[in-house]
């Protein structure tokens, strides 16, 4: 059985540190966002070994489900998929610093963690292993955290009213129709036209001609407003 | 030799603690954007092991609950950020991370 636990230690760690270490060097951000799924996963392999069944499945569905493929999604939307040129250091002196940076917390949290013998201190819960994790959990979330549960909720509406409001264009010319001049000069090219030969005919199809130009006149005025509309 | 190892609950604090100082690396050095969000992402992922794994220890739910929390926060959070950026791409696009101060003021 401490085989069993120690492979599957092993080989998910190996997975979440070589995902975390292709994020960071990745130069291309779709390579980034493939790496991070490997973390993503391996962090739902250890949960399940440490009897987090629920969260297990919630990491898979909503990190690897939902939010690297927001991720992926803006990438191809924006098109930013740029190759970033990683041996270019921009700031003199910059890489420096953050390693020494990531190493001082490193050192800090392991040596804290060595300080303390690995042994926790507390008020130890009583688990009953009879009991099935999402039950466990369920109650948790629903007596001792119900009011931070609900906060949640509305922190989640708040969240989505945000986005609606900061990814919307800009109102008043942010999304420009492409083919608006062009249909607009045509537009009045016809009816140039149209003019100009009713003032030739104006003894023969007066009626015809009158009729072709208030149908003009309207495709006209029809489409401007609807050009209008697409601005705002 | 190997059967003699046990996975005991520090490896994967220690593990945890890795992937926090990988991501933070990765938030420093990196300019783009979206990959400075992903390193986000490892830090909290990070602290989520580290939160699963002191229940564990404590045999308490509260732990759990707290990871709970976490993953919806990090889902508004990504949800929010990806907005910003969207909106940062749309006006300059390869906008890196130093033109955001542009957002100043």
Same mark, same amino acid.
């Given at each position: 059985m401490i085989q069993v636990e120690l492979v599957v230690f092993v080989v998910a760690a190996a997975a979440c540190l070589a995902g975390a270490?292709?994020?960071? /060097?990745?130069?291309?951000?779709?390579?980034?966002?493939?790496?991070?799924?490997?973390?993503?996963?391996?962090?739902?392999? /250890?949960?399940?070994?440490?009897?987090?069944?629920?969260?297990?499945?919630?990491?898979?569905?909503?990190?690897?489900?939902?939010?690297?493929?927001?991720?992926?999604?803006? /990438?191809?939307?924006?098109?930013?998929?740029?190759?970033?040129?990683?041996?270019?250091?921009?700031?003199?002196?910059?890489?420096?610093?953050?390693?020494?940076?990531?190493?001082?917390?490193?050192?800090?949290?392991?040596?804290?963690?060595?300080?303390?013998?690995?042994?926790?201190?507390?008020?130890?819960?009583?688990?009953?292993?009879?009991?099935?994790?999402?039950?466990?959990?369920?109650?948790?979330?629903?007596?001792?955290?119900?009011?931070?549960?609900?906060?949640?909720s509305v922190l989640l509406v708040i969240a989505v009213v945000a986005a609606i409001l900061l990814a919307r264009p800009a109102r008043g010319g942010e999304i420009v129709d492409p083919g608006q001049e062009e249909r607009a000069e045509q537009v009045t090219a016809r009816m140039a036209a149209a003019e100009a030969r009713a003032d030739g005919d104006q003894s023969g199809g007066e009626d015809r001609d009158g009729g072709a130009g208030a149908g003009m006149a309207a495709r006209t005025a029809g489409d401007v407003p609807a050009s209008e509309e697409v601005d705002q | 030799?190997?059967?003699? #190892?046990?996975?005991?609950?520090?490896?994967?604090?220690? #593990?945890?603690?890795?992937?926090?100082?990988?991501?933070?690396?990765?938030? #420093?050095?990196?300019?783009?954007?979206?990959?400075?969000?992903?390193?986000?992402?490892?830090?909290?992922?990070?602290?989520?092991?580290?939160?699963?794994?002191?229940?564990?220890?404590?045999?308490?739910t509260g732990g759990q609950s707290v990871v709970v929390f976490v993953l919806v926060v990090a889902a508004a959070e990504v949800v929010v950020g990806l907005a910003i950026i969207v909106a940062l791409l749309r006006k300059r696009p390869h906008a890196t991370a130093d033109d955001v101060a542009l957002l100043e003021g």
């Open positions: 270490v292709g994020v960071v /060097l990745s130069e291309n951000p779709v390579h980034a966002a493939l790496s991070l799924v490997g973390t993503l996963f391996g962090i739902a392999v /250890l949960f399940v070994a440490q009897e987090a069944h629920f969260l297990a499945a919630v990491q898979v569905i909503v990190y690897a489900g939902a939010i690297v493929v927001l991720f992926l999604f803006v /990438l191809m939307l924006l098109g930013v998929d740029r190759v970033e040129d990683l041996r270019v250091e921009p700031l003199v002196g910059q890489r420096v610093a953050a390693a020494v940076l990531a190493l001082g917390i490193l050192a800090l949290t392991a040596g804290a963690l060595a300080s303390t013998g690995y042994e926790v201190t507390g008020v130890a819960g009583e688990i009953d292993e009879a009991v099935p994790d999402v039950y466990r959990l369920g109650e948790s979330l629903f007596t001792d955290y119900v009011y931070a549960l609900e906060i949640t | 030799m190997i059967a003699a #190892l046990e996975v005991t609950p520090a490896w994967y604090l220690v #593990l945890g603690a890795l992937l926090f100082s990988i991501g933070a690396f990765g938030l #420093l050095v990196r300019r783009n954007p979206l990959v400075m969000f992903m390193c986000v992402e490892l830090m909290l992922n990070a602290v989520t092991l580290t939160f699963v794994t002191f229940s564990r220890m404590l045999e308490d």
